[in-house]
């Protein structure tokens, strides 16, 4: 029988490179959400839908959601991970405002748009969470809910996930772009549901 494989750390330059690669998939998601005036789940949604309302860049906004979570990230997770969290938000707020000044879409057809950006934030977040780290947010306070009063995270993040689209219906101007910000988001789901299962992905 074959002895299972040992999982080695990845190295500071493997990290960078990720993190890198992951934001700035992220980044160029919310990039085509904000120009088709969609939203998508989770923090990252409550960013863009904040930006909407308030009128301020979606790298401010989704910057500052995300303070309150990294103290849950920290005591649930630990410091490696909030770090390395902080980091990767930073990261998406930063080239998210470089990259809706040097990305220009002259049209975008808007199912292959809602499409586009779910694949893209799924493929970023994987990358980010095989090098440990997260964009923060409702996963965090979930888990920490799980530990504390027994309710399943995932029932935590969908929760969260049902206000927010139900306040989007309220804030976007046609229910059709709801409609498209769902599909978008199941994209996300399906590709992370897929590709980040500990059975087979995430460690042995």
């Known amino acids: 029988m074959n002895e299972p494989h040992k999982r080695l750390e990845h190295s500071l330059s493997e990290d960078v490179q990720a993190f890198l ?5 992220c980044a160029f998601s919310v990039v085509v959400l904000t120009h088709l005036g969609l939203i998508t789940g989770q923090t990252a949604g ?3 839908l904040l930006s909407y309302v308030t009128g301020l860049s979606f ?6 959601v995300n303070l309150p979570f990294y103290i849950f990230a920290w005591l649930r997770m630990g410091p490696r991970f909030t770090i390395k969290s902080f980091v990767a938000v930073a990261l998406v707020s930063a080239m998210t405002e470089i990259m809706s000044r040097l ?9 292959l748009g809602a499409l586009l ?3 893209t934030a799924g493929m970023g977040l994987i ?3 095989r090098h440990g780290a997260s964009l923060g947010g409702v996963g965090v306070i979930g888990l920490w809910l799980q530990d504390k009063v027994g309710i399943q995270a995932g029932w935590v993040q969908l929760g969260f996930d049902v206000v927010l689209f139900a306040v989007a219906l309220f804030v976007l101007p046609d229910l059709a772009l709801v409609a498209w910000s769902l599909l978008g988001a199941v994209v996300v789901n399906l590709i992370i549901g897929v590709n980040h299962r500990k059975d087979r992905y995430v460690g042995r």
């Open 127 to 129: 990358v980010l969470f």
């Open 59 to 64: 790298g401010v906004v989704f910057f500052v």
């Open 117 to 119: 950006a779910g694949a």
């Open 21 to 25: 690669l992951g934001t700035a998939l």
């Open 103 to 111: 990305i220009v879409f002259e049209s975008f057809d808007m199912t």
């Open 46 to 48: 409550l960013g863009v």
